[in-house]
C-alpha cells in the first residue's frame, strides 16, 4: 500500500467517524462538525482525483520500493526450502531460560544489604523473582523486551557523527545491570 494510499483510508475512516458523532449532536457542535465534514470530504475529493491522474508509471520510485522490489525478485518463490527446525525451538526456550536465570541471579546479587523498603534496585529484585515464581514465560517476554529496550539505547547513543559501523551493526546484547 503506497503512502497516499494510506492517508486516503485513513481520511475516509475519520470522515466517516465524524459522520456518526455528527448525526449524535445538535446546535453549535453540530455545525463546527460539518465545517469540518465539509473540508474533510474537500481533500479527499482531491487526493482521489490527483491520485487517479497519476499514472504509476509516472511515479519516481523511492530507494524503499527498489529493495523490495529486488528483495521480492530475489526471494524463493516457496517459502517451505527455509522450514522451522525443532532443535532451534528447543534451543530459543533453553536459552532465555538460562538468560533469565543469570539475569536474576545478576540482579540478586546487586541488591545493597542496607536497602530501604522502597529502594529502586530492591523493589526491582523482588518484583523479577515474584515473576519467576508466579509466570517464568512472562518474565522471560519481559527480560527480552528490557534487553531490545537497553539495546536500542546502546545504539541510540552512538554517536552517528563519528562514521562508525557500531550504530549500523546489532552489537551483542549485554546482561542487564
Known amino acids: 500500500m503506497r503512502p497516499d494510499d494510506t492517508a486516503t483510508a485513513i ?8 459522520e456518526q458523532r455528527a448525526a449524535a449532536v445538535d446546535g453549535e457542535a453540530r455545525r463546527v462538525l ?9 481533500l479527499h475529493a482531491d487526493a482521489m482525483d490527483n491520485a487517479s491522474d497519476a499514472a504509476p508509471e509516472r511515479r ?10 529486488q528483495l521480492a525478485r530475489e526471494a524463493p518463490a516457496d517459502r517451505a526450502s527455509y522450514p522451522e527446525l525443532p532443535a532451534l525451538t528447543d534451543f530459543r526456550q533453553r536459552w532465555s531460560t538460562l ?8 540482579s540478586v546479587a546487586h541488591i545493597p544489604t542496607d536497602a530501604g523498603p522502597l529502594n529502586s534496585t530492591a523493589l526491582a529484585s523482588r518484583a523479577i523473582a515474584l515473576m519467576r515464581e508466579l509466570s517464568p514465560g512472562y518474565l ?17 547513543s552512538a554517536s552517528p557523527a ?6 549500523r551493526k546489532r552489537t ?3 546482561p542487564l545491570q
Not at 11 to 18: E, P, W
Not at 60 to 69: A, F, N, S, T
Request: overall charge neutral.
Open 60 to 69: 519516481q520510485p523511492g530507494p524503499l520500493r527498489e529493495l523490495v522490489d
Open 99 to 106: 538468560r533469565a536465570d543469570s539475569q536474576l541471579q545478576h
Open 11 to 18: 481520511r475516509a475512516q475519520l470522515i466517516a467517524a465524524l
Open 162 to 167: 563519528t562514521g562508525s559501523t557500531s550504530a
Open 140 to 156: 522471560r517476554a519481559f527480560l527480552a523486551y528490557v534487553d531490545d529496550l537497553a539495546w536500542l539505547e546502546q545504539v541510540g
Open 172 to 174: 551483542p546484547r549485554k
Open 34 to 42: 460539518d465545517a469540518r465534514l465539509a473540508e474533510l470530504r474537500a
